[in-house]
């Protein structure tokens, strides 16, 4: 069973910047895709950033050009550096990674506000 824990949110004000950590319990190597998921309030879940083993990056329209994902293979993290946040940026993030299965962490909150 794979662990994930992220860490990182907090409230920041709009503008302000935050960056996400997830650390996994095991080589980053073995899954084929990781990356960052987000839920807000009455919302469903939706797709932020995800990086391919490979080194492909996709990143939903809403956060391009303002959230990187990076993954740390020494560490086995995957970080998820955001910039220019907005009030609309606030919600639960999740990481994940596939393997043969998705994998989840509990979630980590962030808020955007004045």
């Known amino acids: 069973q794979v662990q994930l824990v992220e860490s990182g949110g907090c409230l920041v004000q709009p503008g302000g910047s935050l960056r996400l950590s997830c650390a996994a319990s095991?080589?980053?190597?073995?899954?084929?895709?990781m990356g960052w998921y987000r839920q807000a309030p009455g919302k469903q879940r939706e797709l932020v950033a995800v990086v391919l083993n490979g080194g492909f990056t996709t990143y939903a329209d809403s956060v391009k050009g303002r959230f990187t994902i990076s993954r740390d293979n020494a560490k086995n993290t995957i970080d998820l550096q955001m910039n220019t946040l907005k009030p609309e940026d606030t919600a639960v993030y999740y990481c994940?990674?596939?393997?043969?299965?998705?994998?989840w962490g509990q979630g980590t909150q962030v808020t955007v506000s004045s």
């Open positions: 994940y990674v596939h393997r043969s299965l998705d994998y």
């Open positions: 095991e080589n980053i190597f073995s899954f084929f895709s």
